[in-house]
């Protein structure tokens, strides 16, 4: 039985089917249907952790679907996808289903993959807030001392060092900033590529606030339309628009006494914008539909992908909101900045993957390493973890090495750590010179594939092995 988190995508068209299998599979244990009904039968002898769900089906639409699944199965959380102009019908639909995110077509892996890695987080916070719960119930004194060294491990597992990090890393100031102000209320803006960890940070500071026994709670306001990230944030009202059946309590009034994460706040709408800034300034929110204020006590901090300064320049987001946002400003660096974090990360890393595989490694061969140093990682700790994981499934020895590699990151790498890192890539130098260098990197990662099989390379790149020893040796490529 895999120990990966379990997510069912349910879609009539065979290619979407498996375009979202190939996009999850490496991170998921993905089950398929092209139909409510045999979904409906999966649900009944598997455990599910998420659902995927297209609108537009034969027989039963996905919203009505879904509905039954909130009926039945309330703790999978849900999300729906649909190529369809949303009208205020399917947006009360989603909202009377309970549905966790409504996702566009054509979606893009990388957005897809964070909505799916975050529906996770929510169902397995949900499944320990509910056995706290259940517990705090119980007036037993040894019952409790449970429930409050199950919140001490939480709070250490949020801490600070979750953050990994290098002895002489250009995170440790940032660090010690974020723990000098986490105490106080004030908000925090969190800037940063996609990818640096924000959402870590953000944790960071609230675990180590005041407000670190009250909840977190966590919204990404660039993946919702205005209506739906309203609706998320501040509830609503039954009967506010049509399909509201329930009363629903917003992120912000679940949030009170604790701290709000906005993500992708720059992502947000004008419109939107003014609404937020209303209930930083007085400290109320109002759901849809009512016509009565209600107090909240609620830190917010907000993260970017933006330049947000330069976003107020151009009038693109407002002033006054983003003051009231930013008390104080933090700034994670991209990966690219800090390689000395590297290799505490990789291994870190490593040994998530290996609890969640199930599958032993005991390190990275020095030619791997060597690889995970050179490499420029765009998409920073995320992308680091995605290449690890996929390098522990493919892996058959208690190394993982080189040969696992995706091209992206062997076609960066020199081999030999004094020399040098050739780009294929700079656009600069001789056209003689940038030959040369696309053709060292391309001999260099066909044999590191081929784990420096002379035969087998020269056999892909169509030359004789004699020719390819020529090669190498004009190179200085052959492996000592």
Known sequence: ?????????????????????????????????????????????????????????????????????????????RIIL???????????????????????KPWRPEPLLLSVRAAVEIYRLQQENQQATLELRTTEPVLRRRVEAKREALKRRNDFLRLIRSQDSPLNPLCQRAQRIAPYDISIMITGESGTGKELLARAIHY????????????????????????????????????????????????????????????????????????????EIRSLGSSRSRKVDVRVISATNRNLEADVMNGRFREDLYYRLTTFALHIPPLRERLQDIRPLAEHLLLEATRALDKHAKGFSAEAMNCLL???????????????????????????????????????????????????????????????????????ETLIRHRWNKSQAASELGLSRVGLRAKLLRFGLEKV
Not at 59 to 76: A, C, N, T, Y
Not at 216 to 221: A, K
């Open 1 to 77: 039985m895999s120990n990966l988190p379990a997510v069912l995508v349910v879609d009539d068209e065979v290619r979407s089917q498996e375009s979202l299998r190939r996009t999850l599979d490496e991170e998921f244990c993905v089950y398929t249907a092209s139909n409510a009904a045999d979904a409906l039968c999966l649900l009944e002898q598997e455990v599910m952790h998420v659902i995927l769900c297209d609108q537009r089906m034969p027989g039963m639409s996905g919203v009505e679907f879904l509905k039954q699944v909130r009926d039945r199965w309330p703790d999978i959380v």
């Open 82 to 104: 649909s190529g369809y102009t949303e009208t205020e019908d399917i947006i009360a639909g989603i909202n009377a289903a309970g549905i966790y995110q409504y996702i566009t």
């Open 374 to 444: 050179s490499y420029h990682w765009p998409g920073n700790v995320r992308e680091l973890q995605n290449e690890i994981i996929r390098m522990l499934a493919l892996a058959d020895g208690e190394y993982l090495g080189a040969e696992l590699l995706t091209p992206r990151v062997l076609r960066s790498v020199d081999m030999q750590p004094e020399s040098p890192v050739c780009s294929t890539d700079t656009g600069v130098g001789q056209l003689k010179d940038r030959i040369e260098n696309l053709e060292r990197s391309v001999l260099k």
């Open 208 to 283: 180590s606030s005041g407000r670190a026994d009250r909840v977190f709670v966590t919204e990404n306001c660039g993946a919702l339309s205005d209506s739906l990230l309203e609706s998320e944030l501040f509830g609503h009202k039954r009967g506010a628009f049509t399909g509201a059946y329930d009363n629903r309590i917003g992120l912000f009034e679940q949030a009170d006494g604790g701290t709000i994460f906005l993500d992708e706040i720059g992502d947000t709408s004008a419109a939107f914008q003014v609404k937020l800034l209303r209930v930083l300034q007085e400290g």
